[in-house]
């Protein structure tokens, strides 16, 4: 039972271009969604958080959207750059001690 | 501030060879995860620690996987058998003791890859 999902393994996207990230979940009990970026043979790192009770937030070039009707967030990264090449993966919090449920990732590829 | 530190990075192992692998977290995180990554697929939690208590292993396959975290710190997972379906890249998280109303940000280590043949 995959309560979060990216349905897109990849994204090719043009540096100085917008790259939008989506996922969905299942649980609306999720309280907290966040965003990490697996570069190779490193272990994830957050990048961004919104909590269920936002529908937006912001931090610099990143930007996450909240859809809880439609059980849908969204990641934006303006202006792309090819450092931003990464696996991003999508996590909710479910209640309680603080456990992350993730998705299953999405492939960034930002060419010069 | 020195990052969650895993060893061994890769390891090679027959199956129904035993495995551990040893996790250091960041100094004065409470918090202490494992997870499982298959290739092709997200981290899913297999157990956390609170101190040094086990607050969830809910997906941890108790019949050969085993984890404790002696003195609140480090902390070992083993595999005893391994299968062949253990492949996968174990990374360890550490947070710090967060209550349910907050959260506090998982830090990942670079993770253990196992083959097992």
């Known amino acids: ?112 | 501030e020195a990052g969650v530190a895993q060893s061994p990075r890769y390891k090679i192992i027959e199956k129904r060879q035993s495995v551990a692998f040893w996790c250091n977290p960041i100094s004065g995180h409470a918090t202490l995860y494992w997870y499982q990554q298959i290739l092709g697929q997200g981290p899913k939690l297999l157990i956390q620690f609170q101190n040094n208590g086990v607050v969830d292993d809910s997906q941890l396959p108790k019949d050969r996987f085993s984890a404790e975290r002696l003195k609140g710190v480090d902390s070992t997972l083993k595999i005893q058998p391994a299968k062949l379906e253990d492949s996968a890249v174990y990374l360890c998280a550490s947070s710090l003791e967060g209550r349910i109303s907050s959260y506090n940000e998982q830090f990942f280590g670079p993770g253990t890859r196992l083959t097992v043949l």
């Open chain 1, 1 to 112: 039972d995959q309560q979060v999902k990216q349905n897109s393994p990849s994204l090719s996207v043009q540096e100085g271009r917008i790259s939008i990230l989506n996922c969905d979940y299942t649980n609306s009990m999720f309280d907290y969604f966040l965003w990490y970026k697996k570069y190779p043979a490193e272990g994830p790192t957050f990048l961004i958080s919104i909590s269920s009770i936002k529908d937006k937030n912001e931090d610099g070039r990143f930007t996450v959207f909240l859809n809880k009707s439609a059980k849908h967030l969204s990641l934006h990264i303006v202006p792309s750059q090819p450092g931003d090449s990464a696996v991003y993966f999508c996590a909710a919090r479910g209640t309680g001690f603080q456990k992350l449920v993730f998705g299953t990732g999405t492939r960034l590829l930002v060419s010069p």
